[in-house]
């Protein structure tokens, strides 16, 4: 097997049962959002002027806390949700105005949607035999997509009798045998439990991979995100906070939101006024924090004695063998392992942090253990406001 690099993101391997498969014939195109509104009746602003654009063939996600927007910019692109500003263009198509079932999209929803009374194949082909396609057409493009997704055992199951990652699976071939210009994925993983929605993670990586299909994908999980997403979207209340690779989000966050939503655990976010004496100093609450020169200094010079937010990775907050040369210390709370790494929750003052580590032997909690990190690992962010990054 050869690994696949989704960019920036590590290598997922694929099952060598998909290769030498030939690419299905999908006819792509892209997605572009130009200042798209939605704005309900009673005011309520659901997504406030959109504008991006999805490439052919990209995996793009849309993460975000609930009611974030995410799900309502979905349902825009399907046609499900009017518009009530901008432009909305698939391909070189203005859509609009445009019914759903004219736009040439497939959207698999959370719930799978599969009717009970039909069985699997039947569901797989329903789709197609709306549309008047030949009844050999549907045999072949429902045997393609059972032969893809392991389901050729199951054709004549119903979904009563299938597992929740069965069922995943017909829905998802619902939209492959459609051979659509985008698919649109709704959190299709939620109701699935954690080992299967690690498997179908990469049933879905592995299909785009295939495929190079327009895939537009809803999660509020930011580990779905980083995993699948070519480039993620995060918004909040309505708003894009920023648009990038998954790596670049994490290394250089645009603001507080974003700093503190991706990432698991969150960054360690540590408020207080920046000064200069001697070095770049810190005054916290819970006390000073010397950080010392900075390469980020001249970026910071505008900001002496002023409130900022610095951010710092729980891998980046490294444990010192005693207090000599370390920035703070910490008592520690609780020892979270998760087999090739722990979490060390600390406490510092009345400051939470939260420490990533190797496996290794580990004080007890209870004990002041000491910190101190590398400068070019710090954040540097705005504390008023929309917490824009500084530096």
């Given at each position: 097997?050869?690994?696949?690099?989704?960019?920036?993101?590590?290598?997922?391997?694929?099952?060598?049962?998909?290769?030498?498969?030939?690419?299905?014939?999908?006819?792509?195109?892209?997605?572009?959002?130009?200042?798209?509104?939605?704005?309900?009746?009673?005011?309520?602003?659901?997504?406030?002027?959109?504008?991006?654009?999805?490439?052919?063939?990209?995996?793009?996600?849309?993460?975000?806390?609930?009611?974030?927007?995410?799900?309502t910019l979905l349902r825009m692109i399907a046609g499900l949700e009017s518009i009530s500003g901008g432009t909305l263009s698939i391909g070189e198509r203005v859509v609009n105005d445009i019914a759903p079932k004219d736009r040439d999209i497939a959207m698999v929803f959370q719930n799978y949607?599969?009717?009970?009374?039909?069985?699997?194949?039947?569901?797989?082909?329903?789709?197609?035999?709306?549309?008047?396609?030949?009844?050999?057409?549907?045999?072949?493009?429902?045997?393609?997509?059972?032969?893809?997704?392991?389901?050729?055992?199951?054709?004549?199951?119903?979904?009563?009798?299938?597992?929740?990652?069965?069922?995943?699976?017909?829905?998802?071939?619902?939209?492959?045998?459609?051979?659509?210009?985008?698919?649109?994925?709704?959190?299709?993983?939620?109701?699935?439990?954690?080992?299967?929605?690690?498997?179908?993670?990469?049933?879905?990586?592995?299909?785009?991979?295939?495929?190079?299909?327009?895939?537009?994908?809803?999660?509020?999980?930011?580990?779905?995100?980083?995993?699948?997403?070519?480039?993620?979207?995060?918004?909040?209340?309505?708003?894009?906070?920023?648009?990038?690779?998954?790596?670049?989000?994490?290394?250089?966050?645009?603001?507080?939101?974003?700093?503190?939503?991706?990432?698991?655990?969150?960054?360690?976010?540590?408020?207080?006024?920046?000064?200069?004496?001697?070095?770049?100093?810190?005054?916290?609450?819970?006390?000073?924090?010397?950080?010392?020169?900075?390469?980020?200094?001249?970026?910071?010079?505008?900001?002496?004695?002023?409130?900022?937010?610095?951010?710092?990775?729980?891998?980046?907050?490294?444990?010192?063998?005693?207090?000599?040369?370390?920035?703070?210390?910490?008592?520690?709370?609780?020892?979270?392992?998760?087999?090739?790494?722990?979490?060390?929750?600390?406490?510092?003052?009345?400051?939470?942090?939260?420490?990533?580590?190797?496996?290794?032997?580990?004080?007890?909690?209870?004990?002041?253990?000491?910190?101190?990190?590398?400068?070019?690992?710090?954040?540097?962010?705005?504390?008023?406001?929309?917490?824009?990054?500084?530096?």
């Amino acid at each position: 097997m050869q690994p696949v690099r989704l960019a920036g993101i590590p290598p997922i391997w694929f099952d060598p049962r998909t290769e030498g498969l030939e690419k299905r014939d999908v006819s792509m195109a892209k997605v572009r959002l130009d200042k798209l509104r939605k704005v309900y009746p009673n005011g309520h602003v659901g997504v406030a002027e959109a504008s991006f654009e999805i490439a052919d063939g990209e995996l793009l996600v849309l993460v975000g806390p609930s009611g974030c927007g995410k799900t309502t910019l979905l349902r825009m692109i399907a046609g499900l949700e009017s518009i009530s500003g901008g432009t909305l263009s698939i391909g070189e198509r203005v859509v609009n105005d445009i019914a759903p079932k004219d736009r040439d999209i497939a959207m698999v929803f959370q719930n799978y949607a599969l009717y009970p009374h039909m069985t699997v194949a039947e569901n797989l082909g329903f789709g197609l035999k709306l549309r008047g396609q030949p009844k050999a057409e549907i045999e072949r493009r429902v045997a393609e997509a059972a032969r893809m997704l392991e389901l050729e055992q199951r054709l004549d199951s119903r979904p009563a009798a299938l597992s929740g990652g069965q069922r995943q699976r017909v829905a998802l071939g619902r939209a492959l045998v459609r051979d659509p210009k985008v698919f649109l994925l709704d959190e299709p993983l939620s109701n699935l439990d954690a080992k299967l929605r690690l498997s179908m993670r990469v049933e879905i990586a592995r299909i785009h991979q295939r495929l190079k299909a327009t895939m537009v994908y809803v999660t509020h999980d930011q580990i779905e995100a980083m995993t699948l997403g070519q480039r993620i979207v995060v918004l909040n209340g309505g708003v894009i906070q920023q648009i990038d690779t998954p790596m670049n989000l994490y290394d250089t966050p645009a603001n507080l939101f974003v700093a503190g939503f991706l990432g698991s655990p969150a960054m360690n976010l540590l408020r207080g006024i920046l000064y200069r004496d001697g070095g770049w100093k810190l005054a916290m609450p819970q006390g000073e924090l010397v950080l010392g020169e900075l390469p980020q200094g001249a970026a910071l010079e505008a900001w002496r004695d002023r409130d900022i937010v610095v951010g710092l990775r729980p891998e980046d907050l490294l444990l010192c063998a005693d207090a000599a040369g370390a920035a703070l210390a910490a008592q520690l709370e609780v020892v979270e392992p998760v087999g090739n790494e722990v979490f060390l929750n600390l406490r510092h003052g009345e400051l939470a942090l939260v420490s990533r580590m190797p496996p290794r032997e580990l004080p007890a909690p209870g004990s002041t253990l000491h910190f101190g990190f590398a400068p070019e690992r710090l954040h540097f962010f705005d504390a008023k406001g929309e917490g824009a990054r500084i530096a």
